[in-house]
């Protein structure tokens, strides 16, 4: 067996899928704004709620993720290399459980 960090170190593992998910949840949040302000949902639901619930995306969840996105894409004069520096880079320890 070969020796990859991510399969034989768990912790390694557990770090990369949790920098995966961070990511997932900024590109969901900026794809859900969109949806939502170009109205995109129409014609897959009667409403952004119905929506939300026909994707099985939680509406809370859902809207912190576009309140981030909000935050980072169109409040933060950061250029592109800083946003990317923010998703790809890694977590900050301590203070999430």
Known sequence: MTSNPATSDP???LRAARQKYGLARLHMGV???HIRN???WEGHAESFTGFLE???INQ???YQYMRVARRFF???PLPDAALTR???GPAVQGGEG
């Open 31 to 33: 794809l859900l704004e």
């Open 11 to 13: 912790v390694h593992a």
């Open 38 to 40: 170009s109205k995109g």
């Open 86 to 88: 923010c998703a790809t």
């Open 74 to 76: 169109f409040e933060m």
């Open 54 to 56: 026909e994707l099985r």
């Open 60 to 62: 809370s969840a859902a």
